[in-house]
């Protein structure tokens, strides 16, 4: 299904998007894994899979320095790949009450969650047009969709990365790029680690599950929604509920 596809996830050191480093690449899938700087674990992880020699490139830089990401990014051009599908899966928790939380902080979160990946989309533009069928997806949260106390920072981050995505659907569809949204629930994944359980149990209670899921589940669905099941399917934010029937 993504054979000889060139995908560019970030993210990919833990979770969710390590998770779909593994699944693409038992696909057959070219991937170009974006990491945070120094992620030795995740460059030893990649090492020991037999299907190492699919990963073009890991890139380390930090997602909140612009020129890094550039200076990283000049890999693709110089190399002339075409990227056929982007996820914007990195992301960073943030849970305190407004009435504590810092507007530094807040836009410390949004760079991460939300400026980081419209300045990816920009700067991959041009590589993303050349593919027949351009896909890009970007991780967004149910937190973005329902209001959580202690959630201004993370959750109105993943809304603003999810109401972006409808709005670069509808200008990209003329180059054949589809831009979609999927928004995971409860995750167990380091950031629900940080999560206090009333939280934990009203994320559960608002997404009608008994226990969070797990990011193989979570990754299963991406890979559904980056297929071509999905070709005709433009601007949409898709929940697990959408695939659990």
Request: charge should be positive.
């Amino acid at each position: 299904m993504f054979v000889k596809k060139n995908i560019l996830i970030t993210g990919c050191s833990r979770g969710i998007g390590k998770s779909l480093v593994e699944k693409f690449l038992l696909q057959g899938a070219n991937l170009i894994c974006c990491v945070r700087k120094n992620s030795n674990d995740f460059k030893n992880f990649i090492k020991k899979n037999k299907n190492s020699s699919n990963v073009l490139q890991i890139l380390e830089f930090d997602l909140k320095d612009e020129e890094e990401m550039k200076k990283s990014i000049k890999f693709i051009y110089e190399n002339k790949i075409n990227i056929d599908i982007l996820i914007n899966n990195a992301g960073v928790p943030q849970g305190s009450i407004f009435e504590m939380t810092p507007i530094k902080l807040i836009k410390e979160v949004f760079e991460i969650n939300f400026f980081s990946q419209l300045k990816l989309v920009q700067l991959l533009l041009k590589s993303l047009k050349q593919s027949k069928d351009g896909v890009i997806i970007n991780i967004g949260s149910v937190s973005g969709l329902e209001p959580l106390r202690g959630n201004i920072s993370y959750g109105t981050s993943k809304a603003a990365l999810m109401f972006s995505t409808q709005i670069l659907a509808e200008e990209l569809k003329n180059y054949n790029i589809r831009v979609n949204s999927f928004a995971p629930s409860l995750t167990n994944t380091n950031m629900m680690s940080l999560m206090d359980e009333k939280s934990k149990k009203k994320l559960m209670k608002l997404s009608k599950i008994e226990k969070p899921y797990s990011v193989n589940e979570v990754a299963e669905k991406i890979l559904i929604l980056a297929s071509e099941k999905f070709t005709n399917i433009n601007g949409k934010i898709f929940t697990m509920k959408d695939f659990n029937g």
